[in-house]
C-alpha cells in the first residue's frame, strides 16, 4: 500500500464515525410545528429557528450519509483492482467474501424478522379467538421471495415534483434496503465496471473503480 491508498484508508476510517451519526440524525429528526412531510422551500420564512436546524441538519445536510457509504463501498470493493489490475479470480474472491458478510446476514436477518412478527401476530389471533389453522395458512401463503426484496413499502418523508409523498420498497426486515441495494450492485459490479472501462476507452482499473463507486451515489 502507497502513501496515497495509506491517505485514502485512514481518511475512510475517520469518516465512517461521523457519517454513522449522520444516519442517526437523518431518523432522528425531531418534533417540532413545522411537518417534514409536506416540506417546501418557500415555508423554511415561515418557521422558528429550532425547526430551521432540525430540517436543515436531519433533512438536508446528514442526507450525503447514505450516498456516502455506497460510494465507500463501491472503492473498497476495487482497491485491489487499483493494485494488481483486473482479475477473474480477484472478483470471485471478493464477491464470495461478500456471500459471507452480506448474503448470509441479510437472508438471516430477514427471516428471522418475518417469523417474529408474524409470531407475534399469530399470538395475538389466538388471543381473539381465531382459527389457529386459519391463521396458521394465512401466514404461510405469506412466505415468498417477496420476504427478501418488496415484502411492503415505508414512506421515505419527502415530497416529489408533483408534490406527492414518495414510497420506498423495503425488505421484511425495513432498514436492510441498504443491504439488499448493495448486494444488487455488487451482482452487477462486473458488467458496471466494463462498461465504466470501455466508455472511458480503456482506462485503467484505478480510475474505472473510482468512477464505478461514485455511480452509486444514484442508488
Not at 114 to 124: I, K, T
Request: with cysteine; aromatic share 16%.
Amino acid at each position: 500500500m502507497n502513501h496515497f491508498q495509506k491517505q485514502i484508508s485512514e481518511s475512510i476510517s475517520w469518516l465512517r464515525f461521523p457519517l454513522v451519526l449522520m444516519v442517526v440524525f437523518i431518523h432522528s429528526g425531531g418534533f417540532g410545528e413545522f411537518q417534514t412531510d409536506s416540506f417546501k422551500f418557500s415555508a423554511l420564512a415561515d418557521i422558528n429557528l429550532y425547526d430551521f436546524l432540525r430540517i436543515l441538519v436531519s433533512r438536508i445536510l446528514c442526507q450525503v450519509a447514505v450516498p456516502l457509504f455506497f460510494i465507500i463501498s463501491g472503492y473498497l470493493f476495487y482497491t485491489k483492482f487499483n493494485i494488481q489490475g483486473w482479475s477473474w479470480g480477484i472478483l470471485i474472491k471478493k464477491i464470495k467474501s461478500r456471500i459471507y458478510t452480506l448474503l448470509i446476514p441479510y437472508l438471516s436477518w430477514n427471516i428471522l424478522r418475518f417469523v417474529y412478527d408474524e409470531g407475534l401476530w399469530l399470538l395475538q389471533s389466538i388471543r381473539h379467538g381465531e382459527s389457529i389453522s386459519t391463521s396458521v395458512c394465512l401466514i404461510l401463503s405469506k412466505i415468498s421471495p417477496k420476504i427478501f426484496f418488496n415484502y411492503g413499502y415505508t414512506d421515505t418523508g419527502y415530497i416529489n415534483w408533483n408534490h406527492e409523498l414518495t414510497m420506498m420498497s423495503v425488505p421484511a426486515h425495513t432498514p436492510f434496503w441498504y443491504v439488499r441495494d448493495l448486494i444488487v450492485l455488487v451482482i452487477m459490479s462486473p458488467l458496471i465496471y466494463f462498461l465504466l472501462k470501455r466508455l472511458m476507452g480503456g482506462a485503467n482499473s484505478y480510475s474505472s473503480g473510482n468512477i464505478y463507486s461514485l455511480s452509486l451515489i444514484h442508488i
